[in-house]
């Protein structure tokens, strides 16, 4: 079908498309339609002479790929779309690994370890070792390793480097180097990659033999990478090394007259203000350096003309306010791309309120008492709704919160499918039938279901592996040569185990992923013992291992559907291992209300986001403190955070949190200050006067020298007050004040108090006062009742409710 790119792009995203003449760079800001974009491109490139097997297309995640393949099919055809070489880096590197193996040492039949699987194998070789776990912690040591691959520091070179080796001492963990090496090795000889090595053995094939190089380099004739402000070194110098000048085994070589060393082009699209991977390796200087680094590139700038780069400034997604409060925020960052967003919708929207709340818990309040409020008065789903948080930690109360309302939610990025232990299991048995080298597939399930192969044999099997130089599945095959010492009777078992795995393995050949999945679940007997567990964790493994091979049985269909008739365990086995959290979540028909962190927000959108836990030392984070380039990432991803809402964006703080076992004080986060005061309604904009105008020294002390005053007109920890503002409805939001030390009440009266300890006056304190307490916020008294140590008082708290306290241990002041 004939597209018209003009009607159906704006501008700068038709600019963007229909230049293919050489290297560009597109920098796409938040809701431009960075996707739209690359789905028509790859379209406009089979338009204009490119085959699909000509394309290579790399992202970061197998739903963005599919979801790009699914709109060109539709423009181009599914016919053509098929054929194109889209998908994650590492699904497709693993299938280039796949193809040219035995350049590299490895067979066809690797099997891939997921992270759990490399740190079961970073652990043993610790425990080998005979290293001490608390200090050389298996995560710990593995996040090391796997830095250094994504910088392409290979055992070698890593035991040669001083500074690595004083970093490593430092952190009293010497032996890294050894490990590394160790681990390096046992992965070639059980014949295994981890997610690292798809990336690391791509560039030492490249690297190695230019033969190979070359081919890819012919092949691929255009190259489009998605999200480039999130690619590490490893993968822009696998980028680089394709887009290199073709060598020596190509220089004679044409296509229909036309030299490929002009063919060759690159497009790459991300966006600098969105790059929040570092943790990751995500290097920001991939997408900042690329004009420097492509220096034959023809880039263009279409606002201004200047040749310089592509820029989406459009944004589809967000209103006006939403999207200039953005941009006044990350005009702060000195290291950028500069740009400036624009929303596309007419509707300005709303200023963003910034809520105040007294305590970690009044601020789940506050936060789930809004969202009830626009879901009882809006048109509103529950999953228009988004809570982003900073750590983890933070859900807890807002899940208190919601559950206490009986409102539904989800926590974002939860324990995937794949990953659950009856999953992993089978999936172990599907790798070792591909793969009997498989080190850590062995290891899980040569006594799964029990069959009498206990610890001790296990540990036998491995000293052996380990002084023969051999895999563990040989020394089974052959147990005596291998000086194995074990019983009959163990010697038996062994034998029975090696040879049903040996039968599955000959099946394996004859028969579908199917057909031999479901073979292997049955014989094996994990179906046999899963059903006779009748408990609902029993019941629930069932469900998972027959939706499981649900999910076999669709994977055949597609790929069969597709055009590919023979469809194997080791293509299920490399479609699974690649599979992410995100990827493999489902959805369901029930509304829910999401919580998640800010890093698993990066890509979604909704109506409605609330982003809490804008504190000092939290927001950014206190282990930035030192650092500008990471102090300007925290920035990004607060910008990030706030470019998910379309409609509405609430932020919040609390001026005390419970944070390892104890109240800590806090003030708000700088980055509030950097958003442009007329894009907020502050707390004291809302009409809420300060509970404690005569604790000014303790505002001061918590605010690093802000004050805030009683009246919208004078000064904010903001700036002054914007008299535009001053016509807002009231919000019911409560700005407390904060003494540095809350003690029991020690006097009743009617005007404000600081707290002190001694017994509580209970005579004094009447129905009808307002308090301040230390966690609940500004409360009501409705009942007094009791004497001495028992006297208690019921309270309506605004945000809280209603809740009854014991006087002597309550922790409140009356304010009047």
């Known amino acids: 079908m004939n597209i018209n790119y003009k009607e159906e792009l704006n501008e700068s995203q038709y600019e963007a498309v229909t230049y293919i003449d050489g290297p560009s760079l597109v920098i796409a800001g938040a809701g431009s339609g960075k996707t739209r974009v690359l789905t028509y491109k790859i379209a406009y490139l089979l338009e204009n002479g490119y085959n699909p097997w000509n394309i290579l297309a790399l992202t970061f995640t197998n739903k963005a790929a599919r979801e790009m393949k699914e709109r060109i099919a539709c423009q181009v055809g599914m016919d053509r779309a098929r054929y194109l070489w889209m998908g994650t880096f590492h699904s497709i590197f693993s299938r280039i690994l796949r193809s040219e193996a035995q350049y590299i040492g490895f067979t066809s039949q690797f099997t891939i370890y997921d992270t759990t699987d490399s740190k079961n194998l970073v652990h043993s070789i610790i425990k080998e070792m005979k290293l001490d776990e608390k200090i050389y912690k298996p995560g710990m040591v593995q996040a090391r390793i796997s830095n250094a691959k994504n910088h392409l520091l290979f055992p070698t070179k890593y035991a040669a480097d001083k500074e690595v080796y004083e970093r490593d ?136 003309g200047k040749e310089r780069e592509f820029k989406l400034e459009k944004n589809y997604r967000s209103r006006k306010t939403i999207v200039d409060a953005a941009n006044s925020l990350i005009e702060k960052n000195e290291k950028q791309i500069r740009k400036k967003v624009i929303s596309a919708k007419e509707d300005k929207g709303e200023p963003i309120d910034v809520f105040e709340a007294y305590s970690d818990v009044e601020e789940g309040e506050i936060i789930v008492n809004k969202i009830t409020e626009l879901y009882r008065q809006n048109d509103y789903k529950y999953n228009d709704f988004a809570i982003l948080y900073r750590t983890n930690a933070q859900s807890r109360i807002f899940e208190e919160a919601l559950r206490k309302r009986g409102m539904p939610y989800k926590i974002y990025g939860g324990l995937s499918f794949y990953q659950r232990k009856e999953i992993k299991d089978v999936i172990s048995y599907f790798r070792l039938v591909v793969n009997p080298d498989d080190e850590e597939a062995f290891k899980r399930i040569i006594n799964y279901p029990a069959r009498g192969i206990g610890k001790t044999t296990i540990d036998k099997i491995i000293d052996a592996s380990s002084n023969a130089g051999v895999s563990l599945w040989t020394v089974l095959c052959d147990p005596l040569c291998y000086g194995l010492d074990v019983n009959k009777g163990t010697h038996s078992k062994l034998q029975g ?34 059903h006779q567990d009748n408990s609902p964790e029993g019941l629930s493994r069932k469900e998972n291992i027959e939706e499981f091979v649900n999910g076999i049985n669709a994977f055949c269909m597609s790929k069969q559907e597709e055009g590919k008739t023979d469809v194997f365990l080791v293509d299920f086995l490399s479609e699974v291992a690649l599979y992410t959290d995100q990827d493999s979540e489902k ?6 209300i999401t919580l998640m962190t800010i890093h698993s927000a990066k890509g979604l959108e909704f109506k409605n986001v609330f982003v809490v836990g804008l504190e000092e030392n939290l927001f950014p984070s206190i282990m930035v403190a030192d650092s500008q380039c990471a102090l300007e990432e925290e920035r990004r991803l607060f910008y990030v955070a706030i470019t998910r809402a379309e409609e509405h964006c609430f932020l919040s703080y609390a001026k005390t949190r419970y944070r390892y076992g104890k109240m800590e004080f806090g003030s708000p986060s700088r980055f509030l200050h950097d958003i442009d005061k007329k894009y907020l309604c502050l707390p004291n904009q809302m009409g809420i006067r300060s509970v404690d105008e005569g604790a ?121």
């Not at 959805?587 to 829910?592: A, G, M, R, V």
């Not at 939001?733 to 404000?752: E, H």
Request: net charge neutral; aromatic share 10%.
């Open 696 to 816: 000014g020294r303790f505002r001061r002390e918590i605010e690093g020298g802000f004050t805030r005053s009683a009246s919208p007109s004078r000064t904010t920890p903001f700036g002054s007050a914007s008299s535009e503002r001053k016509e807002r409805p009231k919000a019911q939001i409560i700005a407390p004040s904060v003494p540095r030390n809350l003690k029991k009440v020690s006097t009743v009266s009617g005007g404000s108090q600081a707290m002190s300890s001694g017994p509580v006056s209970v005579a004094g304190l009447q129905a009808g006062q307002r308090i301040e307490h230390e966690r609940f916020g500004l409360g009501e008294v409705m009942k007094v009742e009791g004497t001495g140590d028992n006297a208690k008082a019921t309270i309506h708290f605004k945000n809280a409710g209603e809740k009854q306290l014991l006087l002597r241990f309550a922790r409140f002041k009356v304010i009047e």
């Open 169 to 304: 001492r430092a952190a009293r963990m010497p032996m890294i180097r050894e490990i590394y090496a160790h681990y390096w090795e046992r992965c070639r000889l059980a014949n295994v990659m981890d997610f690292d090595d798809l990336l690391v053995y791509t560039y030492i094939l490249f690297r190695d033999y230019p033969e190979v190089l070359a081919h890819y380099q012919e092949q691929f004739r255009y190259v489009l990478v998605d999200e480039y402000q999130d690619t590490n070194k490893v993968q822009d110098e696998i980028v680089c090394q394709l887009m290199k000048n073709l060598n020596e085994y190509n220089k004679d070589k044409s296509e229909n007259g036309v030299n490929l060393q002009l063919q060759r082009r690159i497009c790459v699209v991300g966006d600098d203000a969105q790059s929040i991977y570092s943790f990751r390796g995500a290097d920001i200087d991939n997408i900042l350096s690329f004009t420097k680094k492509y220096s034959d590139a023809k880039v263009f700038d279409w606002t201004s």
């Open 587 to 592: 959805s369901d028909d029930e509304e829910k």
């Open 497 to 530: 185990f090696r040879e049903q795995i040996e039968s599955f393995i000959a099946d394996c050949a004859n028969k579908n992923a199917y057909e031999i999945g479901i073979d292997i679940i049955r014989r094996s007997g994990i179906m046999n013992e899963v």
